[in-house]
């Protein structure tokens, strides 16, 4: 059996490993900070992907460094350490997987969680070159951030009565945050994640995503940002962090 690659030896796949360093390095606890070179690093690693230095399953590492970029963005924004893919208690299940959780020790209650996605893909030699929409599986995956918030939270507060579901969502610890990249294929694909993101806000205490998309005239070009400032990563982070410092404090 082949030996798995890691990120940083995956062509295109250095760019995103030097930007997490350089998180580390300089303390960075915005996602501004970050946002454009992070947005160069995914074209870097897309165009290696679309010219098939790589396969498929390898391809899903990106998400993996986009789940560390945001964990130490937080950590350095609230000087706390978080734990990384931790199994947590569940209602309806015996665990449930949490992408970020503080504390981090699974002995303590869980004060704060995240999930972090990301979604869309370009056309590829497996798939005919035909790019894969953000939205294309989008329903299942708010089902699944909206689900996980209500079973953390249920999971791990008291029983009370409930006069708003939304009220409860907000009010009630563990605090539930998710952090989505999107690479939009079109309009059309913008527009339908923009506003089912927006609509998961009233199950989690915040929801903060990057949007991209291809410029348009070359399949070899790089992406361009979409603006959607409601979604605000840099305030979803800042959230966060204050939660956590609050969480560590009492």
């Known amino acids: 059996m082949a030996r798995k690659r890691t990120l940083e030896e995956l062509r295109g796949g250095a760019g995103l490993v030097r930007l997490l360093e350089r998180v580390d390095a300089e ?107 953000a939205k294309s599986d989008l329903h299942k995956r708010i089902r699944e951030v909206a689900f996980t918030s209500i079973d953390f939270k249920a999971a791990h507060s008291e029983a009370r009565e409930i006069s708003s579901f939304t009220s409860w969502c907000k009010e009630t610890k563990p605090k539930y945050f998710a952090f989505w990249a999107f690479r939009v294929a079109d309009e059309a694909d913008f527009i339908k994640t923009r506003e089912m993101a927006n609509g998961l806000r009233s199950y989690c205490n915040g929801v903060g995503a990057v949007f991209y998309e ?33 969480a560590s404090r009492s």
């Open 27 to 133: 303390n960075i606890g915005r996602w501004s900070s970050i946002e454009e070179e992070f947005i160069e690093a995914v074209s870097e690693f897309d165009r290696a992907f679309v010219a098939g230095h790589f396969t498929a399953g390898e391809y899903k590492k990106k998400a993996g460094i986009f789940n560390d970029l945001l964990i130490k963005l937080v950590e350095n924004a609230s000087g706390q350490e978080l734990g990384r893919t931790q199994k947590r208690g569940s209602v309806l299940f015996d665990e449930i997987d949490i992408d970020i959780c503080y504390p981090k020790s699974r002995a303590l209650r869980p004060a704060v969680g995240a999930e972090v996605k990301m979604l869309g893909a370009p056309g590829h030699k497996g798939n005919d070159f035909t790019p894969r929409s």
């Open 214 to 246: 291809q410029v348009t005239g070359s399949r070899r070009s790089g992406y361009t940002k979409r603006a959607a400032s409601e979604l605000s990563l840099d305030k979803v982070i800042k959230e966060m962090a204050q939660e956590v410092l609050s």
